[in-house]
């Protein structure tokens, strides 16, 4: 029987990249996000390679609709043996001082609870069926805050305690749980964090040579594929000209 993966976030960028990785290996896919046009895209070019997709469509945030949506899985679709908590994002990069609150709220209610949602929601049936792997999208962010980072970086700090926790939590269980750790990855990230501005966000990866979501896929799939006895618990994962959250040598 074909394994089942859940990307969280797989209508752009780093969830998108993991999608399509683990539809090459074979695995059937459930693809999630809130936009339906681009979770169809993915679906019918996923379908065309021969793997078998089920798009949801759903906010992470609205814990009714995303506990709907895996309450009321087909059965052949129920037992999901890797959940890639990636759906999430920076909106802003002002001083913590003169912060946006909505934007503090995105961020949190995205970031980290709607990945403690979706835990809470699959968790469970892997715990009782003694297999399973949890990957986190974590950031470099969450290592140490950087400039305008705040309360993003604040997010990803909690993305590893939470996965700390709860690795801790499954630890008599066959459940692996990964933190993937990227630093800078062009995708649709910063036109998000700067509300829309292409020209600002793609000022973020001027003079250096950045990660793509692919390079991110591979770490994910590297931790899911290990041997059942391996765990890996955490990979930061940066450019080669990216040393820290706020050490970058442009050229
Ligand atoms: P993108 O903006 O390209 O993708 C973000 C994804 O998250 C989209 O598929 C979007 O789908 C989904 N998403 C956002 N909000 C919600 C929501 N409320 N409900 C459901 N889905 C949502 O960015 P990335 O691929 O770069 O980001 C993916 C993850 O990687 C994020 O957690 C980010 O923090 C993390 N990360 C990114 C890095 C980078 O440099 N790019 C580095 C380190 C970590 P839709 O719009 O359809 O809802
Ligand atoms: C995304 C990477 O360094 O832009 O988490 O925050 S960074």
């Not at 960028?13 to 399509?20: D, L, S, T, Y």
């Not at 750790?181 to 950045?210: C, Q, W």
Request: charged letters at 20%; hydrophobic letters at 45%.
């Amino acid at each position: 029987m074909k394994k089942i993966a859940l990307v969280t976030g797989a209508t752009s960028g780093i969830g998108e990249a993991c999608a399509r990785k683990f539809a090459e290996n074979g695995y059937n896919v459930i693809i999630t996000g809130r936009r339906v046009d681009a979770l169809d895209q993915l679906a019918a070019e996923l379908r065309g390679t021969g793997a078998e997709v089920l798009p949801l469509a759903f906010d992470v945030r609205d814990r009714e609709a995303a506990a709907a949506a895996i309450n009321g899985l087909p059965a052949e679709w129920q037992e999901i043996d890797v959940l890639v908590n990636n759906a999430g994002g920076a909106w802003g990069l002002e001083p913590e001082y003169t912060g946006n609150y909505d934007d503090w709220d995105t961020m949190i209610d995205t970031n980290i609870k709607g990945l403690l949602t979706m835990t809470r929601l699959i968790v469970p049936g892997m715990v009782e069926r003694d297999r399973g792997h949890v990957v986190n999208i974590g950031s470099v962010a969450g290592d140490a805050a950087y400039a305008g980072g705040n309360v993003y970086c604040a997010t990803k700090s909690a993305v590893k305690a939470l996965s700390d926790g709860l690795r801790i939590d499954v630890a008599h269980t066959g459940v692996r749980v990964t933190n993937i750790k990227p630093g800078l990855v062009e995708t649709n990230f910063s036109v998000t964090r700067f509300h829309g501005d292409k020209e600002r966000a793609a000022g973020v990866y001027k003079g250096i040579k950045p990660l793509t979501g692919a390079d991110i896929a591979e770490s994910v799939y590297y931790a899911v594929s290990a041997p059942a006895h391996v765990q890996v618990a955490e990979i930061l994962i940066l450019a080669t000209h990216q040393a820290s959250g706020s050490v970058i040598h442009r050229e």
